[in-house]
């Protein structure tokens, strides 16, 4: 299974080669090998693990801001300490999984000083899921919890007569054990952004009361909901209300843009967007609690056993076993990616 012209691109691809595809694309438009490297690993693996909204489908984006001189695929963030568990990185202008790698050490010291890491990012594009980061922390042993500023204006609360939120994705994750980690990541509006964009583009209806139009009509027509009207928040006040606290966590506390400011800031056409995004990470097993991976195992039993039989990342784990055994399968966009040549 190789790339190769759109014509003889296989019906699925190895992770390793669908990566390199994008790595290629990446430095074609001026990010640098590292920077190319993080981003395609992040991109393939949502792809392989089936967040087909954040994958490949993102490539186009990052490429779109790299060539415009939007995003900055060079950048070398600069990351502080300003307090034994606090560390402040400015992304200058580039994107967000380098800047959180570039504060890994960091976060390796803080963790072992006191057992616990704020990491607040800002300046930095961020156009991807969070649970990629967080499952390697979860992996590592931690507890972490993420959320963003993600973008442009997208979601109208009720009340409000434009949009006034991004989708401001929240997600967590936590070490089981003897079993995979615990992960969740959604936006805190009614659907994604790429997931509504995906729906447009297939030509799909949305569920009642995803939206509204651009006069404020609730509406099941995603393009109709991306032509200047407004996703609804999940749940709600209840979801507008995680939103503002998002917005003051994301943008508010580590000095990045709001939403409403980025989206006055962005150029015409911008697919990603510099903000801000708040990270904490803690060692579970301080204090004496060194059983706190086999209680949430018995935590998950439990619900396992009261009828969840699906919980959060199960199904990406199920995708990335049969992409490891069979390939990713390889889709239109895909294809696109790698017969370009």
Known sequence: M?????????????????AEAIVDRLREAGASEDVSRILALNCASCERDGTLSHGVFRVR????????????????????????SYIRVDGMGGFAQPALAAAGPLIAEALTETGVAVVALRDTHHFSALWPELEGFARDGYAAIAMIASGKLAVVPVGADRAVFSTNPFGFATPVDGADPLV???????????????????????????????????TQDPRAILDGG????????????????????????????FTYEVDAEAPEGAH??????L????????????AYPSRIRAFADMLRDAGM???????????????????????????????RE
């Open 230 to 257: 407004g996703l609804r928040p999940f749940g709600g006040h209840k979801g507008a209300l995680l939103s503002l606290m998002i917005e003051t966590l994301a943008a508010g506390l580590t000095g990045g843009s």
């Open 2 to 18: 190789t790339s190769g012209d759109v014509g003889q691109a296989p019906d699925r691809i190895p992770f390793e080669d669908l």
């Open 61 to 84: 984006g990052y490429l779109d801001s790299l060539t415009r001189g939007w995003a900055d695929g060079r950048a070398v963030p600069e990351v502080e300490s300003v307090g034994p």
């Open 184 to 218: 969740f990541d959604f936006s805190t509006s009614s659907m994604s952004h790429g997931d509504l964009q995906l729906a447009a583009a297939e030509g799909d209806q949305v569920p009642p009361h995803t939206g509204v139009d651009a006069e404020g009509a609730e």
């Open 272 to 277: 990603t967007f510099r903000t801000g995004q």
């Open 279 to 290: 990270y904490i990470v803690i060692d579970p097993s301080r204090g004496g609690n060194e």
């Open 309 to 339: 039989s699906r919980l959060p990342a199960d199904r990406r784990y199920a995708n990335r076993a049969a992409a490891a055994a069979l390939g990713i399968p390889v889709t239109d966009v895909i294809r696109e990616l790698l017969g």
